[in-house]
């Protein structure tokens, strides 16, 4: 699990930090922020699976950083002086709730919350390849399985979703578009041109300038700043089929 720290009080960041390295070895601080616009920023930039988020932040709160970033898959736990903060933290789907002076115990219960958040994402994910969903193009709606789409590739203002019978539809929604749809689904933008079904993908060709080869034997290009995003999600797909296969 990646995580960062966004709270206005270094002495608190610090604390979090020890506590987390001390009680939860596996989770990586990958970045801290003191501000709204800052913690908005590391969010984006570090892609991480969780944050620890105090709610005054002085050029705005918790709440301004959760609702800018809903586009990504953060989780957060908010960590607060304030009691009254919560219902309005969770009401910002938070997962988790701590009051400051933060201890040891609350850490723990913090991290399991979000490990099991986590866990039941992948698994609903997982699940949800099985649905049906309806495609339009100027001439017919195609009811299709999630699972059965290969990848959705920009043409211009019109997409091309290629399915894993070797068919095509080309479509007049964007790309951006079929992102906000697929992204709940384990779908991930790869490329400013792709979308991949993650369950698709065989292996990552680093050789070969970075490539997905998926199912069919076909590639897709990795661009350079979601590289490391795609590998973190290879690797979370790959621990999620082991434990449901135990």
């Not at 039941?120 to 059965?148: F, G």
């Not at 095509?168 to 991930?188: A, H, P, R």
């Amino acid at each position: 699990m990646r995580a960062v720290i966004i709270d206005d009080e270094r002495n608190v960041r610090m604390v979090i930090r020890s506590m987390v390295h001390t009680y939860a070895p596996s989770v990586k601080i990958v970045g801290e922020a003191s501000t709204c616009l800052q913690g908005i920023d590391i969010i984006r930039t570090m892609e991480p699976d969780v944050a620890f988020l105090d709610v005054e932040l002085g050029d705005g709160t918790g709440m301004d950083v959760i609702a800018s970033v809903k586009d990504l898959s953060c989780l957060f736990a908010v960590v607060t002086a304030h009691s009254s903060y919560a219902v309005d933290a969770y009401a910002h789907d938070a997962v988790s709730f701590l009051l400051k002076p933060v201890d040891p115990d609350a850490i723990v219960k913090a991290i399991a919350k979000l490990s099991a958040a986590l866990e039941a994402r992948q698994i609903l994910a997982e699940k949800s390849q099985l649905r049906r969903v309806t495609l339009r193009d100027a001439e017919n709606d195609y009811v299709v399985r999630i699972a059965d789409i290969l990848t959705c590739t920009a043409k211009g203002v019109y997409t091309v979703i290629r399915m894993t019978d070797g068919s095509s539809l080309l479509l007049s929604k964007n790309l951006k578009e079929y992102e906000d749809m697929f992204s709940q689904y384990g779908f991930l933008r790869v490329h400013h041109g792709h979308l991949v079904n993650v369950h698709h993908i065989r292996r990552y060709d680093r050789r070969h300038g970075h490539v997905l080869v998926l199912s069919d034997d076909s590639v897709v290009p990795v661009s350079v700043r979601k590289r490391e995003v795609v590998l973190r999600t290879l690797h979370s797909v790959v621990l999620g089929n082991s434990h449901g296969g135990q």
